[in-house]
Structure formats: C-alpha cells, structure tokens
C-alpha cells in the first residue's frame, strides 16, 4: 500500500477558512485532513465539522483528543458527530496531551488513561451496555449513547513517541502518531516499538501504521521558509528534543533556545536552530526540499506523512505549494 499524505491544521481559523482549505485540499488529492487539539486552542470539533460539510473522500479526526480534559463519553459523542457529518470518514485520535500543568490538570498513570478511554468510547460506540470498571473509568450497566451512531469501530490513532505507548498503539490502535518529527529514523524505531504491542495481541507485524508529522513551511523562497520553520521548531524544541532518541540534540542548546523562547524571543531562538536540527523536527524549504524529506520518510516505511501548519509563508500559498508541487513529486 502506498503512503498517505496528509494536511495537520491548527485551530486558530475563523469560520469558513477551514471549508476553504478543506476544498483545496482535497481537490489536490490529499487524503486526510487533521486538526489539532492542542491546548488553548479551538475545539477541533469546529474546524472538522465545517470541513466535513464540503468534503466527499478525505479522511477526518483530531490529532488528537485528551482524555485528561474530555471524558470519554464526550469523546465517543464527538467521534460519532464527525463519522455522521462525514458519512464514515472520521478516525478517532487519543493522547495524554502535554502542557495541562498550565491549567492545574494533572496526567496520572498516563497508559491506563488512555487505554480506558479508548476502551470506553468503544464500548458506548458499539452500544455494548454490560458496564465497564477500569482503576481510571467506569460505566455502569445499562449506560448507553441514546442516539444513534454512523459506525460502531472508526479507526484509533494513538498519539505517542516512547516505546511503553507504541506497545499499546500495536495492541489496539490502527495507527500511532509521532507529533513533531520528520526523522527518518524514528519509523523504524516506532514500528519496532509498536510491534512488541501487536506480538502481545496477537495481530500481525505492521497491522498499526506509523505517522509522523511536523511543522511545515514550503516556498519558492527556501530560505524564508527555513527561517520561519526554526522559529516554529523552536517553540516545541524543548518537547521534543529528548523524546528523540536519535537526535542528539545537544542539551545546552535545547537551554539556550527554551531560554529566549520563554524570554518571548522567538525569532531569535530560531536563529539558534542548525540545519540538522531542522531536519529532524520539520519540514522545510522549497518544493523539492520538503518533497525530499517527505519521500526519506514514504522509504524508511511511514505510513502517512502529515505536512502540519503554517505550511507555508501564508496558509494558502503553502497549501497550494504542497498540492501542486510536493504532492505529485510524491506519487510519480
């Protein structure tokens, strides 16, 4: 099966540029259409529900829900309202999340939440009303969605870099996302990760597709993208850096970047960011840039490469770049 290729959108549009996009890119050919759920952000539910109304084929979902800060029945309501609006083209997405700290919710026994989560949506979607007692969730017999559901069993996406996630993605998920990673070498290490979880469940080797996707700036002008791109890198540098085990980004750097970041000096942190360090956390550069380094990913076995935002100088233009340069370069 070949790779597919997706877009990841940030929820910080106004109503109807995410209709606009939607159409964009699925004339293109993309074949899926992410939207981000990340903290302090619109819900994703907003953007993918006005994309849902103007697409026919492209797959939908959040990447991802928390079920820190959405209980799973309203997890299991919004997947369901997306698979509606959609006719059967939404997948589910679940992590633990990062940043809560920030607004006093704390992430206990981060594997068991997100299992019983999934577990529970399930069992609501499947209408399977026995009740259910995890040491995180529970419900009780005779609870059940009243209403009706497009699809008992949309695909799960789990949103996980370590290898204690990537067992679980393999023992229950379709696909496991690293967020924030354009590095060849993490697909085999995630897929080897994942396949301990998939051995333990009795699935085949390979069932659970592995997605990376990062930031993305394409433009005529590689240099402008590449600049913008480490000023985007360096704002999450200090996430990802150490979830990499790879990477070897040096620790006094990973300081210095989060220091100005922190300061408010973005552009300056940037600055900071080497090529090789860029790399490995984006996507960058002109068309033949980005298309490089989506294809070193579709070799090394990925499943689906995400460009995510700003994809470009401009949303639109990046957006159209990608689709009428780096998306054919990719299917010749």
């Known amino acids: 099966m070949s790779a597919e290729i997706g877009l990841g959108l940030q929820s910080d549009k106004r109503p109807g ?19 981000f759920g990340d903290l302090m952000y619109q819900p994703p539910i907003f ?19 928390n079920p820190y800060s959405m209980a799973p029945y309203e997890i299991a309501g919004q997947v369901a309202a997306l698979d509606l609006a959609s006719d059967g083209r939404a997948y589910l997405g679940l992590a633990r999340g990062t940043w809560l700290d920030a607004v006093g919710v704390p992430q206990p026994r981060p594997l068991a939440t997100v299992e019983e989560a999934a577990a529970v949506v399930y069992r609501l979607l499947r209408g399977d009303a026995s009740g259910y ?22 695909p799960l996406l789990l949103g996980a870099w370590g290898p204690k996630g990537a067992a679980l993605a393999g023992r229950i998920a379709s696909e496991i996302k690293v967020g924030g990673s354009a590095n060849p070498a993490m697909v085999r290490i995630v897929a080897d990760r994942v396949r301990q979880g998939e051995l333990a469940a009795g699935r085949t080797a390979g069932d659970v597709g592995v997605v990376l996707g990062a930031v993305t700036v394409v433009d005529a002008d590689g240099a402008a993208a590449r600049a913008l791109a480490r000023t985007e890198v360096a704002m999450y540098l200090a996430v990802v850096a150490d979830l990499d085990p790879v990477a070897g980004v040096p620790r006094d750097l990973v300081a210095r970047v989060s220091s100005l970041v922190d300061d408010g000096r973005h552009e300056e942190a940037g600055r900071l ?58 299917r010749r």
């Not at 540029?17 to 939207?35: C, I, M, P, Q, T």
């Not at 460009?307 to 159209?320: A, I, K, R, S, Y």
């Open 273 to 330: 960011v080497p090529d090789d360090v860029l790399d490995l956390f984006a996507f960058s550069g002109t068309p033949d840039q980005v298309a490089a380094q989506a294809q070193a990913l579709i070799d090394a076995g990925v499943r689906r490469v995400e460009f995510g935002t700003p994809h470009g100088l401009t949303g639109d233009g990046g957006v159209d770049l990608l689709g009428t340069a780096v998306l054919p370069a990719l």
């Open 133 to 154: 007692e995890g040491t995180v969730f529970r419900l009780a017999p005779g609870t059940a969605l009243r209403y009706a559901v497009r699809r008992p069993d949309p």
């Open 17 to 35: 540029d995410y209709a606009r996009l939607a159409r964009k890119a699925e004339e293109h050919g993309f074949d899926v259409l992410s939207v």
């Open 47 to 65: 953007p993918l529900l006005e994309m849902a109304a103007v697409t026919r084929r492209v797959r939908l979902g959040a990447a991802c829900l």
